[in-house]
């Protein structure tokens, strides 16, 4: 048997940063994955303080990225790579009452940090009412963040490719593992978990495309409208996510496909060529705040999700309120504490 501080379940954010969380305070862990594409490998990893629908923020937002720069330059102290992508968002104006909205809220306290209250138009794509820019904004290289530390967790013999099996745990025994503590960072998968059956996680279904343009964008920005569009690697271009809070089958769905086609054309007029179509279930929560907490007859079971539309930033953040609850004491959060549903 091999002795070890954690046992990590699970494939996307809350996992890795969890992980990261153990990896620079030396702690001894496994990370069993079942090597599925969820929502978080196909998310956009856009960085924005800002619901750019309303121009209003959210909570922790200026705390949230701060964190998540620290811990990006940390990751990359070990894994040799970068992962933040320093290009701003570009919000593309419907109108010009929606410009003026703008103008007034970069006068707000609360908002003056992330708008620019200058104004760009941009060529290549239709924007007559211009572009306001997001400042601390920026986005994650998906694919680059989950191959470089799946890479480290490798060369560590420390990832374990496949399916936790929940009929080999026993007390604090797991298979050929004796642990300290067990962290279930599942998202839609607790669904499947047999010790936290009361956790109501919600499936919010987002779509996105990979294209390939035909007119090269002529500056190097995220652009939001409806939906985000930005350069992927090879010549193709990131469009999407939906959301989509009905369940729905576990396939693509033509009619999301169809609504973000037209919502890349609605500004850019140019022919473009759909190279492919993906999705993911989005683990959220009814009142928007992640689950973290323990179990009141298995106190060294832990649960880490519900992280939403938002994964890369409450990953990021509350992997340190965790780690620090389970081995500081520090209380966690009554907005995120799994104990706000025993009310």
């Known amino acids: 048997m091999k002795n070890v501080d954690y046992i990590i379940v699970g494939d996307g954010y809350a996992a890795f ?3 990261h969380q153990l990896i620079i305070n030396k702690k001894s862990f496994v990370l069993f994955s079942a090597d599925k594409k969820g929502a978080s490998q196909v998310s956009a990893g856009i960085v924005n ?12 937002a200026a705390e949230q990225i701060d964190f998540l720069t620290k811990t990006i330059s940390e990751i990359e102290s070990y894994t040799g790579q970068n992962y933040l992508i320093q290009e701003k968002i570009h919000r593309i104006f419907h109108d010009e009452m929606e410009k003026n909205l703008w103008s007034m809220k970069t006068e707000t306290e609360e908002l003056k940090p992330f708008l620019n209250p200058g104004f760009d138009t941009l060529e290549t794509i239709i924007n007559p009412f211009g572009t306001g820019e997001v400042n601390h904004s920026a986005r994650v290289d998906v694919n680059g963040f989950f191959n470089g530390i ?4 490798e060369r560590h013999e420390i990832l374990i490719r496949e399916k936790f099996d929940y009929e080999m745990i026993e007390l604090s025994t797991y298979k050929d593992f004796n642990f300290k503590n067990i962290v ?33 964008m002529k500056h190097q920005y995220t652009l939001k409208k409806k939906h985000f569009l930005f350069p992927l690697n090879d010549d193709l271009h990131y469009y999407g996510g939906t959301y989509d809070p009905n369940e ?4 693509i769905d033509d009619f999301k496909t169809e609504e973000l086609k037209e919502g890349l054309s609605a500004f850019y007029p140019h022919d473009f060529e ?10 959220t929560v009814k009142d928007r705040r992640p689950i973290l907490g323990n179990l009141p007859d298995h106190q060294n079971y ?4 519900g992280l939403g539309a938002r994964g890369i ?9 965790l780690y620090e609850h389970i081995e500081n004491g520090k209380d966690l959060m009554k907005e995120v504490d799994l104990k706000r549903f025993n009310k």
């Open 17 to 19: 940063f969890f992980a």
């Open 49 to 60: 303080p800002l619901v750019l629908k309303k121009f209003t923020t959210f909570w922790l």
């Open 150 to 153: 799946s890479a480290y967790l």
């Open 184 to 216: 279930f960072c599942e998202g839609m998968g607790v669904r499947e978990n047999p010790f936290f059956t009361d956790i109501q996680v919600i499936a919010n279904k987002g779509h996105h495309l990979k294209v390939k343009l035909s007119e090269k």
């Open 248 to 251: 729905r089958e576990n396939e």
């Open 274 to 283: 759909v190279v492919e179509v993906n999705y993911g279930f989005r683990p």
């Open 302 to 305: 832990y649960i880490f999700n």
């Open 313 to 321: 930033l409450n990953g990021c953040y509350f992997s340190k309120e």
